[in-house]
């Protein structure tokens, strides 16, 4: 069965350093995708990141970086220069998509909620 | 130039009454989804569209109905709502082909 696993539920990290936040994943499929969400306090969900399980270069968007181990099953997020701003929940998902067959499957992490203290 | 779009942001509502949340998305993604957030901050997909067909119905009372009228709307209507009910429901669409969701800004509903 697929799964996503996000061992920190909760981190306190000091302004200005990275932090890494753990995701890992458990799935027999060889197509799928990986993606990081934040969720702010206000309550929106906001896009981050995504790779793709065909992807040779890890991604990166500005200050995140996904740091994909295919063969540990790992993809974990890290932002570098951690500011206020990035205090806020963070999911971990992965998307299977298989339109053939008719079958789009997401499933989302628990969640880590970050705080960066000043 | 909101890319998701939902109404109403807050819904509060009686026990047995029905109501519906509306969504739209201007990104031209030909998937759509609902997914429910509960007070722990779990999400959970309810429904995913593609193409204003259902690909994805996990196991959710049939009170709650999805409609799309067309690819850009997704519309949820839930009937005889009950107390568990309350949670945010956020709709989300994404590319049909890879990549990931854009969400909605969230419904919180409120059943009393």
């Known amino acids: 069965a697929q799964k996503i696993t996000q061992t920190q539920p909760g981190m306190f990290v000091q302004e200005k350093e990275a932090v890494t936040l753990d995701c890992t994943y458990d799935?027999?499929?060889?197509?799928?995708?990986l993606f990081w969400y934040k969720q702010p306090s206000s309550g929106e969900m906001i896009f981050l990141i995504y790779?793709?399980?065909?992807?040779?270069q890890n991604a990166t968007e500005g200050r995140y970086s996904l740091n994909f181990q295919k063969a540990r099953k790992s993809a974990n997020l890290v932002i570098s220069a951690s500011q206020l701003g990035d205090s806020a929940m963070y999911f971990c998902a992965m998307r299977h998509l298989m339109f053939m067959n008719r079958d789009d499957k997401i499933i989302f992490g628990k969640g880590t909620r970050l705080h960066i203290l000043p | 130039d909101t890319a998701v779009s939902q109404t109403p942001k807050y819904l509060v509502t009686q026990m047995g009454n029905d109501k519906s949340i509306k969504c739209e998305q201007n990104?031209?993604?030909?998937?759509m989804y609902w997914y429910k957030q509960d007070s722990k901050k779990f999400l959970k997909i309810m429904f995913s569209y593609n193409n204003k067909e259902l690909i994805i119905n996990e196991t959710v009372p049939n009170r709650f109905s999805p409609k799309s009228p067309d690819k850009a709307h997704l519309n949820l209507h839930i009937n005889s709502l009950e107390l568990g009910d309350s949670a945010v429901y956020f709709c989300?669409?994404?590319?049909?082909?890879?990549?990931?969701?854009?969400f909605g800004p969230g419904t919180r509903l409120t059943v009393l």
């Open positions: 799935t027999s499929d060889q197509s799928y995708g």
């Open positions: 990104l031209g993604h030909d998937t």
């Open positions: 790779q793709g399980s065909y992807d040779e």
């Open positions: 989300a669409s994404s590319s049909s082909t890879a990549g990931g969701q854009y």
